[in-house]
């Protein structure tokens, strides 16, 4: 099994064989979560000299929550409403290629130097995006980059807005 060191750059350099990669490997489902894991601590950590405990602990577990929410989006719409004939794919190739594409993420670890976190979490943000737009390109076995990108955007709003709808949702609990 190759390192997760090597795969979490491979992966952040766009390399589509990495992508190939670990969509076969199902061994490597352990690394795609450890790499989310580790994105989603660096946001936490990032956002722990802002807010505090409640930063590290709400960062860490919005980011984890966003990216499986994102992932089960981005499956289901490149799978059901934009499959193009050669798209053949299951749930773990879609979490494990995702999974990698999260590894720009740890650098928003950067984000505790003062004044840089606002640049650290928009430049990860675009990085992890692109990442991703790679990484669903090559588990749905799309020709091109253009639907790739189409699913993942409208991945990324849908579940912006169920976000959103969970924050509403929760704080009208509050007294």
Do not use: H, N
């Not at 994105?39 to 000299?49: E, K, P």
């Amino acid at each position: 099994m190759a390192s997760l060191t090597d795969r979490m750059i491979r992966a952040a350099k766009f390399d589509t064989t990495l992508y190939e990669e670990v969509e076969a490997d199902r061994d490597a489902t352990g690394q795609a979560m450890s790499v989310v894991i580790l994105s989603s601590l660096a946001m936490g950590l990032s956002s722990l000299s802002r807010v505090g405990l409640m930063g590290l602990i709400g960062g860490t577990l919005v980011a984890l929550l966003g990216w499986f929410i994102w992932a089960l989006l981005t499956y289901w719409i490149g799978t059901r409403l934009l499959p193009e004939p050669q798209t053949q794919t299951d749930l773990g190739q879609m979490l494990r290629t995702t999974g990698f594409s999260s590894s720009p993420g740890v650098l928003r670890i950067l984000g505790i130097i003062p004044g840089l976190w606002v640049f650290v979490t928009f430049a990860t943000g675009v990085w992890m995006l692109a990442a991703m737009v790679i990484a669903v390109r090559q588990a749905l076995d799309y020709r091109g980059t253009g639907r790739a990108l189409g699913v993942c955007v409208l991945g990324w709003l849908l579940q912006w807005v169920f976000v959103l709808f969970l924050y509403g949702y929760s704080r009208s609990f509050q007294p």
